[in-house]
């Protein structure tokens, strides 16, 4: 069984730029939620994908995206990029979103903006 | 409003010993809860899970306790290792499909 996977595991950007961050879900997971956290912080929900489609948000701006394609595996982009967005961003995977089924993390992104 | 807090942010124990982590929710209306451990560099690894029909569940060496009364979780690990040593969030299932984490307690163990 492969466990969830993300890209790239450290990234350095500057403010104004954008980032994509990439998440392969665990074999036969059909949803991903993505987290950030902050250093000496818990995971804050950014949001979820189930079937290719948003499927919840927490409280970020419109700059945070997602996409989720045919195989589950998906992306989280973020536009102009801002000084707090320096955090670890992780990517976890679940069966059938809705569902009180536990959530598998990958180890995540570690992106600092400069 | 949306938070888990969790009673002592830093925990130290002597090996062997049991361990027991405090948790805090303020949704009475979440009906699903789980413990997350956190090494240095590493993603949450899920520990166990419990649900709110039930006031107990046991795994291999820990146990979650869940007093839906005073909304309060607790994590128990029993005779604690040096492999136990990292930082525990709890978390509640909220609105259906998010979770809610704390801010985490670290555990040290003493060899």
């Known amino acids: 069984e492969t466990g969830v996977t993300q890209s790239p595991t450290h990234l350095i950007k500057t403010r104004g730029q954008q980032v994509t961050l990439r998440c392969s879900s665990q074999?036969?997971?059909?949803?991903v939620s993505w987290y950030q956290q902050a250093l000496g912080q818990g995971p804050q929900f950014i949001f979820q994908y189930y079937r290719e489609e948003e499927n919840g948000r927490g409280n970020f701006p419109p700059r945070f995206s997602g996409l989720q394609f045919p195989n589950y595996s998906s992306e989280l982009n973020v536009n102009a990029l801002e000084l707090d967005d320096s955090a670890l961003y992780l990517c976890?995977?679940?069966?059938?979103?809705?569902?009180?089924?536990?959530?598998?993390f990958g180890d995540g992104t570690r992106l600092s903006i400069l | 409003g949306e938070s888990v807090g969790l009673h002592l942010p830093t925990l130290s124990v002597q090996e062997g010993d049991n361990s027991i982590i405090n948790c805090a929710y303020s949704?009475?209306?979440?009906?699903?809860f789980i413990w997350y451990k956190q090494e240095s560099g590493k993603g949450p690894q899920f520990i166990i899970d419990?649900?709110?029909?039930?006031d107990k569940r046991q795994g291999q060496r820990v146990t979650v306790l869940l007093n839906k009364t005073v909304k309060h979780l607790s994590l128990q690990i029993a005779a604690t290792q040096p492999g136990d040593s990292a930082v525990y969030f709890c978390?509640?299932?909220?609105?259906?499909?998010?979770?809610?984490f704390g801010a985490g307690t670290i555990l040290r163990v003493k060899s």
């Open positions: 419990i649900r709110s029909n039930m």
């Open positions: 949704n009475s209306a979440s009906d699903y």
């Open positions: 978390a509640e299932k909220f609105q259906g499909n998010k979770l809610v």
């Open positions: 976890a995977s679940s069966l059938n979103g809705q569902l009180n089924q536990p959530q598998h």
């Open positions: 074999s036969g997971h059909n949803t």
